[in-house]
């Protein structure tokens, strides 16, 4: 017999009232703005569009705001948001050779064209509480030096000069969409990369963490790491032609990974990739590594049964927003569900003869 | 186009109301915010993959002398659209001539600054090894 209830009503309508209380909290400490939130938490807003997988700070400092700093609530609000926007079409690929780099390091060569530029990066602090900033937000303006004009080259594209490394051959292939098409094994490495750069950051950290430790493990050096702003461009249909529609700052990480060469390729370097929206440099080094151990296939290497070789597994659990919805469901009303369950183990219990064991007791 | 579509917000409709008045339109296409799919390739240079979306506004625009402008911009900005399909279609009548100087010159010098002041911020941090000298000579 199925009894539908009804309910509950007034109850939820008072608790949204208190959670939006509680949002506010103490109305004598000044409200804060979404401009503050974009300008001051820059690094949250940046986790929010990257794992939303919409570039917008306005919208993803607005969804920081509503969800009360939680960023899985603020990422699940921004992808909400994003299947009510009509798309208008798909830009031509970025191109982050041109990338005005705020940032570009390489852990693998010293000396190299355009330079080590550290950027506004948290290395080499010493990650001790700085008590200034609770009494005053004033800072000093950066010194600047004269840039040089000049391109910043990919390091891999010296590797490549010498056959060092594999190449990354150009493609026109179009790509599948996962927002469009569900998910589905196998993945091919687009598909994979779209995957991995909207992934959980932790979960993304966790299984590249895994394959340091020696779960398929493939020695991973940062050849680069750059960040910076790139120009979109697009096609629009009215014109005939592609113009830049923006910019968006991204998070790029090649790796260059030992191999030891195979019956048809000879001994050399091969490379994971991560690019990521925004200042997000741990994601975008934690999914370059995951990239690399997911294409132990291609690179005819070993499966060693490691987790992060598993694009199965990866794939269909590195998604914050699927994981999230399914883990919370179980705290909703299962009422009907648990008294068949409730119902079964009263019998189960009588055909085992427990009701007799607990009389004789009694 | 470029120009109109990376200029920060409002600027482009106070130098085109520093510059001339409005002329008049008919919308072809009201104002719309949707969203781009931003492509780039893997290993920056080999086969591309979908990276995620951005917001654009885009809109389309007659004007009385009949020149249509077109204008898709990065963020859901209605009214800065409005005034880069202005700006676009008003390029194609005799207020290019006044709309060059007084518009998209600033335009592209204060972007140019924006941009070669965080290079200069960046430049500061480039690193310059030495060596360091061991004392026996």
């Known amino acids: 017999m199925y009894v539908a209830v009804k309910g509950g009503e007034r109850a939820i309508e008072n608790a949204h009232a208190w959670l939006a209380e509680e949002r506010r909290g103490d109305t004598d400490i000044a409200e804060l703005s979404i401009a503050q939130i974009r300008e001051q938490l820059s690094l949250a807003v940046n986790r929010v569009m990257a794992e939303g997988s919409l570039f917008d700070p306005d919208l993803a400092a607005l969804a920081i705001k509503q969800a009360r700093g939680d960023l899985i609530e603020a990422i699940f609000l921004i992808r909400a948001y994003r299947t009510t926007l009509p798309r208008f079409g798909t830009s031509t690929p970025v191109d982050t050779g041109a990338m005005a780099c705020d940032r570009r390091i390489s852990a693998t060569f010293k000396d190299l064209p355009g330079g080590q530029v550290l950027g506004p990066t948290f290395d080499y602090t010493h990650r001790l509480l700085d008590f200034k900033l609770a009494a005053d937000g004033e800072v000093p303006e950066a010194p600047a030096r004269d840039a040089v004009p000049g391109d910043v080259p990919h390091v891999t594209d010296f590797l490549n000069r010498e056959g060092l490394i594999e190449e990354a051959p150009h493609d026109d292939t179009p790509p599948p969409d996962l927002t469009r098409e569900p998910l589905e094994m196998p993945a091919d490495r687009a598909l994979r990369l779209q995957a991995l750069t909207r992934a959980d950051e932790g979960f993304t950290l966790g299984l590249a963490y895994s394959t340091q430790r020696g779960y398929a493990r493939n020695h991973a050096f940062v050849g680069e790491l750059r960040i910076g702003s790139v120009p979109v461009e697009m096609e629009i249909p009215e014109l005939g032609f592609a113009i830049e529609v923006g910019e968006v700052v991204l998070t790029e990480c090649e790796t260059v990974n030992q191999f030891k060469g195979s019956k048809t390729e000879p001994p050399q370097f091969t490379r994971g990739y991560g690019l990521v929206f925004g200042q997000t440099e741990r994601k975008a080094i934690s999914m370059a590594l995951v990239d690399r151990a997911l294409r132990w296939e291609e690179l005819g290497e070993d499966n060693v049964g490691a987790p992060a070789q598993d694009a199965e597994f990866v794939l269909y659990h590195a998604d914050n927003i699927q994981a999230t919805g399914f883990l919370e469901h179980i705290k909703l009303p299962h009422y009907v569900d648990f008294q068949s369950e409730l119902e079964l183990v009263r019998k189960l219990r009588r055909e085992a003869g427990a009701d007799q064991v607990q009389e004789a007791a009694e | ?137």
């Open chain 2, 1 to 137: 186009m470029s120009l109109l579509a990376k200029a920060p917000e409002g600027r482009v409709a106070a130098l085109l109301d520093a510059a001339m008045t409005r002329p008049g339109f008919t919308w072809l296409r009201a104002p719309e915010t949707g969203s781009t799919m931003v492509r780039a390739r893997a290993g920056g240079t080999g086969a591309p993959f979908n990276l995620g979306e951005m917001t654009v506004t885009r809109c389309a625009l007659t004007l009385e002398t009949g020149e249509v402008g077109h204008a898709y911009i990065q963020g859901r900005r209605k009214d800065d659209a409005e005034v880069a399909a202005l700006v676009d279609a008003l390029m194609q009548t005799n207020a290019a001539d006044l709309l060059r100087p007084k518009l998209l010159a600033p335009l592209q010098d204060e972007l140019a600054t924006a941009k070669s002041d965080r290079a200069a911020k960046a430049a500061a941090t480039k690193v310059d090894f030495f060596t360091m000298v061991r004392g026996e000579d």
